[in-house]
């Protein structure tokens, strides 16, 4: 993690902004040293993972740079939460251009910093490189689990239910606004935006669904997509029903204006829900936490009670083909 | 850790090229989950580090792929030697562009896999993305070391000799015979350039100095600069003895040519040697550890009595100044 002197002002940049992200972190050892050191609860794994977003790829150039440094940390907070995890710290590569300037770093960095804050995750380290290429972010989560208890893609079982948390096609409804290809009215379009922007790892209720799902996983490529990895990793066959899946005011109003919107909530991305499959004789149990976090948690298909593999989409009875499977970020 | 789908074939490089990488690794899950699982041994803190290459910035683009992947993960391997880490793990960040091919990446992953048996380090998981910008590598190595053994930057205390294990100024040099601008006998350039294209991360070594060092770090900026950071985290000023520093034969042809050279060995970079202090009463027991791994470990200077911050260069008693000390590495 020695910072390469590519950049002027890269020292700086560190011990003046990124260093008091890493405050209370004793492992972090000042961001001045070669390396973070970790230490895990006894009886737990360390999770893992690694996400990286390039600008005009990932997210578009002209988001604010607050929402930006936000997205980045929440994707990877998004895959802790899949796995029931609880977040320790996170390591930053930071790959910069000539375009960037302080102020907009200075920007990031703050929207970093509200984050920072309100998961309690701190920075432990990272690398800041420039280069000819566009703004890119590589953010490396670490998060603890009881050892056995982590949800995995792989262990969804014939005859299960299938469940997502909170509401499906936001993100891409938002990037639809964003990108004027959808009109809607002003107050849902911002709720959409909001929802591409900030995604909101489900922390908590990933942490609550250990135990109690049989297999999970965090929906950044879109729902039909990301079921499909659950149903290929379990060697399971899913059927979702369209007409189940929990939609917001703003998407509801996008596909009530136009049906084909629905391609774009199966198969759109950044939803950053969780997807996780119980068997039936748990959906009370289900219930009743949707009921203790006040969030909706939705039954929105079946695993096949058959072997098999992949995901098909039924509405009223009938098959419904989903066109839409390569998601863009932007 | 999920895949976005925004390059074709991803999945088909991840199943076929990367997951036998991780080989016999459990927790990384057959790199099909979102995160990767890592147990730590009772005792001891996980070491991480992580270091971005861009192409064109920290690595040439002619430069063979194959060397491309072991300088990536050995640059962060180096991170873990200097701190007496014993290796479990990476993470692989690999930003494509249009114009790599797959037998491009068949080469990057040959390379990948002869370290990954040579260090017995297993690829645990990653993110495989695409965009506009030049092939940028961002590797997060894990490691573990025993609570309280490890090197830090920030132990140097008045006094300590100065140390590096093997040879500097090699990499920077065999930099210079690949870019034309230092001609050397075939056999002295090879090597040079070996060393720029291979370091070697003195892991065996890093671990031997625990116990022994009283700080530590890898030298990836150049000599001076690297000490320079050790300097400053320990708050002691250094004194380093120009005629001390170990030459292997390329660079001694080199400075024997023309004297300036000498600003390129102390001030470029690429060297990943360990440069380390102890307290001047363990020096035999430095020169039974050179014995014993039959590889020199040399004394180059030391920590001012007195307080103090920053480098000095003498040659004969006399001030030597260094004019080099942003450090390119392509």
Same mark, same amino acid.
């Given at each position: 993690m020695s910072e390469k002197g590519t950049r002027r002002g890269e020292f700086t940049l560190i011990a003046?902004?990124?260093? *008091? %992200?890493?405050?209370?972190?004793?492992?972090?050892?000042?961001?001045? &040293?070669d390396v973070a050191l970790i230490d895990v609860s006894p009886g737990c794994h360390l999770v893992t993972t690694t996400d990286t977003l390039i600008a005009?790829?990932?997210?578009?150039?002209?988001? *604010?740079p607050e929402t930006i440094a936000r997205k980045a940390l929440r994707v990877n907070l998004s895959d802790l939460a899949a796995k029931g995890a609880q977040p320790i710290g996170f390591l930053q590569a930071l790959s910069l251009n000539d375009s960037i300037t302080d102020a907009y770093i200075e920007r990031y960095v703050a929207g970093l910093a509200v984050d920072v804050q309100e998961f309690g995750? *701190?920075? %432990?380290g990272g690398d800041t490189t420039s280069g000819p290429g566009p703004l890119t972010i590589t953010i490396t989560a670490f998060g603890e689990v009881e050892k056995g208890s982590a949800l995995l893609r792989s262990g969804a079982r014939p005859g299960d239910i299938v469940g997502v948390t909170g509401t499906i096609g936001d993100g891409a409804v938002g990037l639809a606004c964003l990108n004027a290809t959808l009109d809607l009215p002003t107050a849902l379009a911002e709720h959409a935006i909001a929802r591409y922007r900030i995604p909101q790892p489900r922390l908590a209720i990933g942490r609550a669904l250990k135990g109690l799902a049989t297999a999970c996983l965090d929906i950044s490529d879109g729902l039909v997509a990301d079921v499909g990895h659950l149903s290929e990793a379990s060697d399971v066959a899913i059927v979702l029903d369209r007409e189940s899946v929990p939609l917001s005011p703003a998407v509801r109003a996008a596909i009530t204006a136009d049906a084909d919107w629905w391609d774009v909530v199966l198969?759109?991305? &950044? &939803?950053y829900e969780l997807a996780f499959t119980l068997p039936p004789e748990r959906v009370p149990a289900l219930e009743t936490l949707a009921a203790k976090f006040k969030f909706p948690l939705t039954v929105i298909g079946t695993v096949s009670a058959e072997r098999g593999k992949g995901v098909t989409v039924t509405s009223g009875g009938k098959l419904v083909p989903v066109s839409r499977t390569g998601y863009r970020h932007r």
């Open positions: 003046e902004l990124f260093a *008091p %992200l890493s405050k209370g972190a004793s492992g972090a050892l000042g961001l001045a &040293d005009g790829v990932h997210f578009r150039e002209s988001d *604010p995750i *701190p920075l %432990l198969g759109g991305g &950044d &939803d």
